[in-house]
T-cell receptor, first 115, second 112 residues
Framework: AQSVSQHNHHVILSEAASLELGCNYS??????LFWYVQYPGQHLQLLLK??????LVKGIKGFEAEFIKSKFSFNLRKPSVQWSDTAEYFC?????????????FGAGTRLAVHP | ETGVTQTPRHLVMGMTNKKSLKCEQH?????MYWYKQSAKKPLELMFV???????ENNSVPSRFSPECPNSSHLFLHLHTLQPEDSALYLC???????????FGQGTRLTVV
């Protein structure tokens, strides 16, 4: 079945630690890839996106993600996390089947950053 | 402010009630979505509308009935819901061609 998998459900880090959150998808063909973030009590916000071109994309707040087509992966990274990065992170895929929009989300990873 | 507005923000309803959730987007997008976000569960895609036509119904029970009268408005009509339907219902919109989605603040629904 077509799906989006996020490997870590909960991650706990200390400030200044490096972060990598895994995301794999099982769709074939052309896809657009996204990471969304949901801070406590706030709405889902776009963190970064990949449509085409350079597979290393940079987003807001120092986040970046790398698209590896051969691995169907789009992992999120940040070299040094801050307490304010505490949030839930969602990977999402928009397959282009039928020309329609159809955003599919992973289960999310809850990140807690301790001072 | 994301350009996607949902009302009401909170709703408590009995299992025999009929209510509707409303979503409005001011972004000129062509696609609108309903998602369900429950505690301890992944974000679930419920319905997708592209150019006012329903293109996705993700096996949603018939007690949830969507309506998209135009590209800017999306409704979710609710009737005879169950307590397990209590969740945050999120509306989103995106531009045609695989554009990323903008989300509303959601409606927190409690079924008693």
């Amino acid at each position: 079945a077509q799906s989006v998998s996020q490997h870590n459900h909960h991650v706990i880090l200390s400030e200044a630690a490096s972060l990598e959150l895994g995301c794999n998808y099982s769709y074939g063909g052309t896809v657009n890839l996204f990471w969304y973030v949901q801070y406590p009590g706030q709405h889902l916000q776009l963190l970064l996106k990949y449509f085409s071109g350079d597979p290393l994309v940079k987003g807001i707040k120092g986040f970046e993600a790398e698209f590896i087509k051969s691995k169907f992966s789009f992992n999120l990274r940040k070299p040094s996390v801050q307490w304010s990065d505490t949030a839930e992170y969602f990977c999402a895929v928009n397959p282009h089947s039928g020309g329609y929009n159809k955003l599919i989300f992973g289960a999310g990873t809850r990140l807690a950053v301790h001072p | 402010e994301t350009g996607v507005t949902q009302t009401p923000r909170h709703l408590v309803m009995g299992m025999t009630n009929k209510k509707s959730l409303k979503c409005e987007q001011h972004l000129g997008h062509n696609a609108m979505y309903w998602y369900k976000q429950s505690a301890k569960k992944p974000l679930e895609l419920m319905f997708v509308y592209n150019f006012k036509e329903q293109t996705e119904n993700n096996s949603v029970p018939s007690r949830f009935s969507p309506e998209c009268p135009n590209s800017s408005h999306l409704f979710l009509h609710l009737h005879t819901l169950q307590p397990e339907d209590s969740a945050l219902y999120l509306c989103a919109s995106s531009q045609d061609g695989g554009g990323y989605a903008f989300f509303g603040q959601g409606t927190r629904l409690t079924v008693v």
